[in-house]
Each structure stands twice: as C-alpha cells, then as structure tokens.
C-alpha cells in the first residue's frame, strides 16, 4: 500500500512540471499561418522548437544556408521569449531533413560542437535539439560522445535534448542511451506514425494494441533501456493519417488501401493537419473509436482516416501522469491551428488540460487507500469478451481470470507485476491500478 501513498505524491510533483514543448516545422509553419497572431493562445508550451537546421555534407561540413524564411523565423523565436521569459526556445538540428548519412559522415569526421552552440546562442535560442531517428552500429559511440560534448561545451547555459525514433526495433539496434542520458534534459519519442503498412489502412498512434507497435510499448522501452521516466516526453501527432480504400466495403483496421493524395503541395502523400481535417468530415461522418488503442478513425466513402482527436490525447495524457513521465510535445503546433471546432489549438489545449493537476484524479492518497471504488466488482460482467482479466486491487503481483463472473486468482512470476493496460505481467507496474483510475475496461 506505501507504494500507491508515495506515487500519489509523486503525481502531484511530476504533473505541476509537466513538459510541454511544442514543435514548429521551418519549411511549413509559414506557409500556414504567422504565429505572432495568436501566441497568447500557446504560451503555455514549456518550449518551442524550431524543426530543423538541415546539416549538409559540403566541403568542411555546414549547416543549411539561412534564406529569408529562416531569418524570419529566428527573429520571431527571439521575440517571443524576450516578450515570454518562461517560454524556452530550442534550435533543433536534423530531423528527416538531413540524410541519415550526412548526419553519420559528420559524427564520423569528429563534428565540432561549439559550431552548434555558436550558431544557436547567435540566433538567441535557449537550448539545442538532436533530432537523428537511425544511428548505425557505427555511430552509436560517436553519438554519445557528440551530445556528451555538447553538454560540456555548454557549460550549464544550454538547454540539450534528442528527438528520438520511436519505433521499438529501431530503438533497440540504433541507440546506445545509457552513455548519453545523462547529458539530456529530456528526449522527445516519436510516439506516433505507427501505421507502417503502405497498402494497408493503419492507426496512427495507437496507446496499447498486442497487433502493432504502440505508445505504450515505445514509452516503456525507453524506460527499460535506462531513460528515467521524468526525462521521457511523449509525442503527439497533430495530423491525422488518410487513405484511400481499394474496397468501400472493407473498412476496418488493416483493410487493402493506398495513401491518399496529400492535402496541400508541400505536405507528404497521406498527411492531413488537423486543421484540415473538417475537409473532410462532416457532421454525417463518425468516428470509429477503437477500444484496443484508445483512438478514433473515420471513414467518408472512400476515404480513411485515423487521427488524433481532444479525447484520445486527454487519455494519453493521463497514462504520461500516471506513469510520471515528464510530459508531451505537439507536431506540430502549426497543425493545430484553427481545428473544426473554430478554437486555436484545440489539441494543444487537450493536451494541456489532460496534463493540469486538477485534471480528474485522485490526488487524496489516503483515499485510495481505504477506499476501493465502490461499484467495484472483481469481474464485471461488462469485460470485453477477448480480455477476460481483471487486477487484484490489493497486490500488483497478482491478478485474476474471469470467467463469465467468476474471478480466480492467479499468480505473476517472480519480478513481475500485472500490467491492467496490456492485460499481462509486465516489468513494469505502475499500470496495475490503471483500470480504478480511468474506467476504460471496466465502465
Ligand atoms: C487567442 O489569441 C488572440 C490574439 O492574441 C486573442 O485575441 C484571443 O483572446 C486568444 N484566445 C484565447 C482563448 O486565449
Ligand atoms: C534577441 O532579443 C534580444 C532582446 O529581446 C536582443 O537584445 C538580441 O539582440 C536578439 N538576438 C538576436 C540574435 O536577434
Ligand atoms: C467527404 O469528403 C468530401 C471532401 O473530400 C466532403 O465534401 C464531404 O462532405 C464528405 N462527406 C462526409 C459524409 O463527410
Ligand atoms: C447530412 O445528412 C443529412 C441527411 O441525409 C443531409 O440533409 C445533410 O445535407 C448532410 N450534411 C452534409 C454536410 O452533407
Ligand atoms: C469510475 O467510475 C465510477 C462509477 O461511475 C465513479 O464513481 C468513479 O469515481 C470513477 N473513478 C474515476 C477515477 O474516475
């Protein structure tokens, strides 16, 4: 019981602090609409990040030459925290516009890293963003080494972070974390575009699912790998993801498709802001809520989408508090704009709102000690029919099978601990009592 009083009160510390950074593409953002107009409906991001300083493989090594658009840009960022002191800016170098290559043949040449910090502190910015999704073997090493280095060179004045990939294979054969986290102040997860198949309709950003990689599985394997909870921030994706189905007919998750043409010239094929997404959806469109993943999908004659809705992200959010992470970053805010619902930012908002302390939770440790949730009953008969499991309130290494109503108890192996959102034993047990908090499985 001591376990739940003191993460209780670790809830309580992790959520007044949660991270919020919120991400702005530098080839898109303008295109879209100009930030000055409507900071005062963003300023509660923690951080804003500038995506990203292109690196180029040119003689001596450069980053990508500055045009009018970029200056643009830097000034803005500069403006808004001299206006918003408590809003940190960050340059983040990489992304999917530098070839993975170039990004290993500059490790590979024994990068100078006061290069970066020069050109960051030049434009005003408060921290730097590594943003390499697939270091090799090789540069594993020299990874580590370059954001160590970044952290020397630093001197305390910067902030430094990695965005990282957030798929579980390449996780595992691409980052050798350990040696380096001591130098981040947090590591932003790609927790989204799980949808890998190109002829299949996929969801986007699934929290659980035992078919596809999921949020759930990525955030707890940073965790495995040595990455302490609070420096691990959640992505959330602001677009949803469209195909085009081959059959009408055949609409479900995994249904033959293609990727839909892109909505605007400068975006990828299958790519819809949110901003957009009213396009096309309309009030005789409904949304699919998936219970195996927490997320909504719709479907407009041929079209599919899946996408992030205020709902689903609010659960995300809840799942970053109850496992004290540190938070959630938007790609990217300029998606966000102007949604259906006439408000700027409304996923942002969510996001936010999902974060904030009061948000819908019990905060009363001593209450969750004596009293278990009254209606409670060890099987209800609402269980869905393909997860017959329920936690035991009482120990987190045990849990039951129900049959029909009828519990019986059974025993995880040692080291384990029941998991109610993966509905198994798990390493990881913060999860145990998920059900109590959120209602999800069990009405
Ligand atoms: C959003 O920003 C605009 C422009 O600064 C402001 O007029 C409006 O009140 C803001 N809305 C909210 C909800 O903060
Ligand atoms: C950033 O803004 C500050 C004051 O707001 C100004 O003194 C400084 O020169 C600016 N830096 C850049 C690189 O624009
Ligand atoms: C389907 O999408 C089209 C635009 O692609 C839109 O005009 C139409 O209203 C949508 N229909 C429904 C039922 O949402
Ligand atoms: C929605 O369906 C109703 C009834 O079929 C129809 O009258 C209405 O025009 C539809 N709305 C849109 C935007 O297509
Ligand atoms: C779960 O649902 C029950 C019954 O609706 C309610 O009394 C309880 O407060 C809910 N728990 C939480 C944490 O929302």
Not at 16 to 34: I, Q
């Amino acid at each position: 019981m001591l376990r739940f009083l003191v993460l209780a009160t670790c809830f309580g510390i992790a959520t007044s602090e949660a991270l919020l950074p919120c991400h702005v593409g530098r080839y898109m953002g303008f295109h879209l609409f100009d930030l000055r107009q409507y900071e005062d409906n963003y300023t509660f991001c923690t951080h804003l990040v500038l995506d990203h300083v292109r690196l180029i493989a040119k003689e001596g090594y450069q980053f990508a030459i500055l045009d009018d658009k970029d200056a643009h840009f830097y000034e803005y960022f500069n403006a808004t925290k001299a206006k918003h002191p408590e809003l940190k800016t960050i340059l983040s170098f990489g992304g999917p516009e530098t070839e993975s290559w170039v990004f290993s043949s500059w490790l590979k040449s024994g990068i100078d890293v006061s290069e970066f910090i020069r050109y960051a502190t030049s434009l005003g910015f408060d921290g730097i963003d590594i943003a390499f999704f697939y270091p090799s073997a090789a540069d594993k090493a020299r990874f580590a080494d370059f954001l160590n280095e970044l952290r020397a060179h630093s001197k305390g004045r910067l902030i430094i972070t990695a965005t990282v990939s957030g798929d579980p294979r390449v996780i595992k054969n691409s980052y050798d974390v350990i040696p380096w986290i001591d130098s981040v102040d947090f590591i932003n997860v790609q927790s989204y575009g799980y949808h890998d198949k190109k002829y299949r309709t996929g969801l986007l950003s699934p929290m659980f699912s035992s078919r596809s990689n999921n949020v759930m599985d990525t955030l707890d394997l940073w965790a495995k790998l040595g990455v302490p909870p609070e420096k691990i921030v959640m992505g959330v994706s602001s677009y949803g993801y469209g195909y085009l189905l081959d059959d009408p007919e055949n609409n479900k998750v995994g249904a033959p498709a293609h990727l839909a043409l892109p909505i605007h010239a400068w975006l990828p094929p299958g790519v819809i802001p949110y901003r957009d997404i009213h396009k096309v959806r309309n009030e005789n469109t409904t949304d699919v809520y998936v219970e195996e993943g927490n997320v909504y999908y719709f479907v407009n004659e041929t079209m599919w989408v899946s996408y992030e809705k205020p709902e689903s992200i609010v659960f995300k959010m809840q799942f970053v508090k109850e496992n004290d992470f540190g938070g959630a970053y938007i790609n990217a805010l300029e998606y966000d704009y102007q949604g259906h619902t006439g408000l700027n930012f409304p996923l942002l908002r969510a996001m936010k709102k999902g974060l904030a302390i009061e948000y819908d939770y019990p905060t009363d440790a001593p209450e969750i000690k004596t009293t278990p949730e009254p209606s409670y009953t060890i099987c209800n008969p609402r269980l869905p029919i393909y997860y017959p499991w329920a936690p035991d309130l009482d120990d987190c290494k045990q849990y039951y099978y129900c049959d029909g109503i009828r519990p019986y108890k059974l025993s995880c192996a040692e080291g384990l601990y029941w998991d109610a959102i993966h509905k198994k034993c798990y390493y990881w047990n913060n999860n145990c009592m998920t059900h109590a908090r959120w209602n999800i499985t069990f009405g």
